[in-house]
């Protein structure tokens, strides 16, 4: 299980370099929200470790999305993470498939994140069981759950232990990887243990359990110790 932190800014990145993976994001924009292009290279020309990139919470606008999604691999990002926050399965799959080929056909070798939401029914968009076999039928890489409403409620409010083991199973045996984010704590990451994803997120986690605020190194240093 490796742990992704998602800082805001080159500063805060300063902060989670021992982090597995280090995510960009914008939380002010959304729980996927996007950063800018010349923050994705600035935090890549940080670290050796893998960078993700957030590109955003999308509607079903999959020109969009695949033109984003290029925008941030090109910009450094070895992941690039994009969340559907819509319904209908047809429509996820050809948003899917855009924003995998945009990164695929000139960066064979980066990674597609696909997120669907914890909290899909007050969102009402597509739940992440409708989603897995998609993400897989696209040829992406990795299927997600994050919660979509950054209202403090936890993912595991949402969706218990045994639905995240059963989705963590369902990928696996899609031949895709797990991440799961969403308002986690230091509790939950025994429960994650046995869930056993390839990857947790986490930000407000690292950040003394307000997301607004700054990443901290010392919780960075706390979770990377209790994940491995």
């Known amino acids: 299980m ?9 500063e805060e990145a300063k902060h989670a370099l021992a982090a597995d993976i280090v995510d960009v994001k914008r939380p002010e924009e959304g729980s996927l929200g996007a950063s800018f292009p010349w923050i994705i290279r600035a935090i890549k020309d940080l670290t050796h470790k893998p960078v993700s ?7 079903y606008k999959p020109g969009g999305a695949s033109l984003t ?12 993470k994009i969340g559907l926050m819509f319904d209908g399965k047809e429509e996820a799959l050809a948003l899917i498939h855009a924003v995998t080929r ?7 070798e980066k990674y597609v994140v696909i997120a669907a939401y914890s909290d899909w029914e007050r969102l009402d968009t597509i739940s992440p069981f409708e989603m897995a076999p998609l993400v897989a039928k696209a040829g992406a890489d990795i299927a997600m ?18 639905q995240l083991l059963e ?3 369902l990928n696996r045996t899609l031949g895709l990887k797990t991440a799961l984010a969403g308002s986690l704590k230091f509790p939950d990451i025994e429960r994650l243990k046995r869930i056993n994803p390839e990857i947790i997120g986490v930000r407000g986690m690292v950040c003394g359990g307000d997301r607004t605020a700054m990443v901290r190194e010392d919780l960075v ?4 110790s209790m994940v491995h």
């Open 2 to 10: 490796q742990l992704l932190v998602s800082p805001a800014t080159i």
């Open 53 to 59: 990139a957030a590109i955003g919470d999308f509607d």
């Open 69 to 80: 999604a290029l925008g941030a691999a090109a910009a450094g990002a070895d992941y690039v």
């Open 102 to 108: 945009a990164v695929k056909d000139s960066y064979p």
């Open 145 to 162: 759950v994050d919660t979509g409403i950054k209202d403090g409620r936890s993912t595991f409010e949402f969706m218990d232990e045994e």
């Open 167 to 169: 989705f963590t199973t």
């Open 221 to 224: 240093l706390k979770a990377i």
